[in-house]
Structures are given as structure tokens and as C-alpha cells.
């Protein structure tokens, strides 16, 4: 078995470096919450693969529904030869996304598809071109994806022109001092200098920001989205990628604020870790396009679809809705007790188990400390945990422990993040004379 390094090594030679690693830890195995590398050592993992396996790594009703469907078939294309799994994965979701209005669904395989068809659906239905997306906010690494994105760098920089028609506003950020009063204002301002409301095809939001630094969508903000959608005949768009399926104790976290969206994109945990994606819509808006005009050869594979399935029911059966919420209430005070001690950790937030904190010099909002970020990611590798940062500034580290983690590995986890936190931040203390 090679070790970390000789895989390292090899993978700089032959994988470009466009393609960021935050660890040099390779994996083997891994099953439900823990991860073992090449070398043998185990990880609890607070990743879960950038927010894809709240059902846990390798979860046996996935393994078994894939297996199932190994063996019947693998690959037909739904546009040439459709199969029932498509539809009735379809059918789960349009019940399963909230709000009264019929429900269609197409199925994708990456979430960067999902948002680029979103858009698609939208501009076809309204005939209108216009998108408004936030500050800060993620929606994949395609070329419409790259315009929608709120973060130059390293999202857009150097990768020519952005498709065109594309308008940013600021998202809430309490910590900073961004009300969902200033977002609003903004797109009132938009409207005035920028483009006529009757050119907006659809608002984009994450109900929670992802990438972005976990920041919380207030609920007020989105139904007053609705409404000010509702006015214009614009269509809301629910990026749920990286908040949806049970991570915030709701199915998706735009339940939190009773507010229906027209179209939500879904990718990540909706297969336990096999390549899927979807546009749930309402049917009206999603049948605009005509037929031809949506797909993808891969798209919503038989793999993808059984694996689906099964996350459906786990999720139902584990009751992995009330786990999330509970974990939320393991994790918020635990992390706020670390902010009393830690005066690098600005801000705790989160909902559900959607939970982050912000790194910060001299407790200043205004000084994020991305470097403490970085050395942050390493010293939990260290200890045996595997995290994330995220943030616009790069000075936040997100925690997405599967929703399947057992309370003791957990509570675990959390004593090695604690022992990672003290032993940089008293470097960092250190370093900066504190
Ligand atoms: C909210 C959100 N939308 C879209 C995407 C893009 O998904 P993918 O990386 O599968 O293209 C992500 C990925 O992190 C995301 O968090």
C-alpha cells in the first residue's frame, strides 16, 4: 500500500493543481462517521465529503439498494430508455419540498448542474434573463455557475468574461453588520440604478450559505423575498446543495421560514455519496422548456436514483431530522463555551447541525484570520479529525459530522477539535505577541 506521501507526490505530478486539496490525507475505507487513510490511521470525519453523506459513509441500506441495482442495471439513460427509480425518486421529492403548489422533478448529477438547469427553467419560463444572486454565496464551478458566485477570488479571476445579466446584493452577516434590511435595500437600489425588476428572471439564495461561512438566512428576509418575487412575477430560487436533506433539522432549511419556494436545487446528501443531483419545481415553471431542451446523458442514473431511495428512508427511520436538531444543541454550546476561553473565535452560529465558528485576531470582526483557519484544518487532521473551513474570508470552520454519529464519537470529535484549537491558538497568541 502506498503511503500519503507517495500518493502525494504522485498527485502533484499528475493532477492539476487547480483542483485544491486542504489535507494530504489520502483515503482507503471509511464507515459511517470515521475514515481510515492509506496508512491505516483512523479519522472521525467532520466533513462528510463536503456535506454529502448526513447519511454517513457507506450506509448499509445505500450499499445495499446500489448493490440491488448493480446487478439490474447500471446505465440506460432516462431519455432513451426510461426506468421506475427516476420516478419515483421524483415523486418522493416533489412531496417532500415544501409548499402546496404540484411539484415536478428533473435529476442531474452535479450540483452545479442543478443551479445552471434552475437557471435555465427560469429565464425560459419568464422569457426574462436577468438573476440576482448574494455577496458571499456559492453555486458551483461551471461558467453561469462562476457569474452567480459572490467571491472573486479564486472562483472567477483569470477564467474570462462572466455571462452577462448577472446582479449581486449583500447577504445578512449580523456578525458583520449586514441586516437582511441592508440586502433588501439593496435590491431596491439594484432596481433603481441597475435593471428594471421586469428583466429579473429569478432571486438565487442559499436558505443558509454554504462555502460562504454558514451564515444564516433571517426568515424574514426570505418571506419578504417572496413577496417582493410576488410583486414582480420574478421566480425564487432555493440553492438547498449544501442545506438540504435533514442537516438543519428540517428536510431543507428554507422550511424554517414557511416560505415556498418556485425552484430548489438538491445535490450532495440526496444519494449517500453516489453522483446526483435534481430541480424540484413547480410543475408550471418546470414544464416551460420543451422537450429536448433539459437532460444529460448521466443524469439521474439508476445508481443515483436506488441510492436516493434508500437516503429517503433512512432519513425517515433514523428520524434524522430530530438528530440534527439534537446535535445542534450538542454542538451550539459546546462551541460557545470554546468562545469564552478562545478569543480567536469571533462568532458561533448555525442551525440545526449546520453549525460554524468564525476565526478572528483581537476578538475584531474586521480582522478575519484565515491563517488560523488553515492551521486549524492540519492540527485536527493531526489529532485524527477531519474538518473544513469555508468562509468568504476563508476564516471559518464549518462542522458537518454525518447526522448517523453516534453520540461518543461526537463527543469525541469535539475533545480532539479542542485540543487542535488550544494548541494553535496559543501559537497564534504567540506569534502575535498576545
Ligand atoms: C449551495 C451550493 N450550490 C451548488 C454547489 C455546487 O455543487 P457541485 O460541487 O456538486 O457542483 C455547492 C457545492 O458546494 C453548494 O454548496
Redesign the pocket.
Known sequence: MPSNADLHKRREAAVPRGVANSLAVYAERAANSELWDVEGRRYIDFASG??VLNTGHVHPKVKEAIAKQLDKLTHACFQVTPYESYIALAEALNAAVPGPTPKKTIFLT??????ENAVKIARYHTKRTAIIAFGG??????TT?IALNGKVAPYKTGFGPMPPDVFHVPFPMAYHGVSAADSLNAIDFLFKVQVDPQRVAAIII?PV???GGFYVAPPELLRKLRALCDQHGILLIA?????GFARTGKMFAIEHSGVEPDIM?I??SVAGGV?L?AVVGKAEIMDAPPPGGLGGTYAGSPLGCAAGLAVMDIIRDERLLERAREMGRFMMPRLQGLQVRFPCIGEVRGLGAMVAIELVKNHRADLPDAELAKALVQACAKQGLITLSCGLYGNVIRFLAPLTISDALLKEGFNLFEKALAEVASSSMANTGA
Open positions: 463536503i456535506s452535479t450540483g452545479a448542474e442543478a443551479v454565496g456559492f453555486h458551483g464551478r461551471t455557475c442559499e450559505q454554504g462555502e440553492d438547498e446543495v449544501q442545506s436545487t445535490a450532495k453522483p443531483s
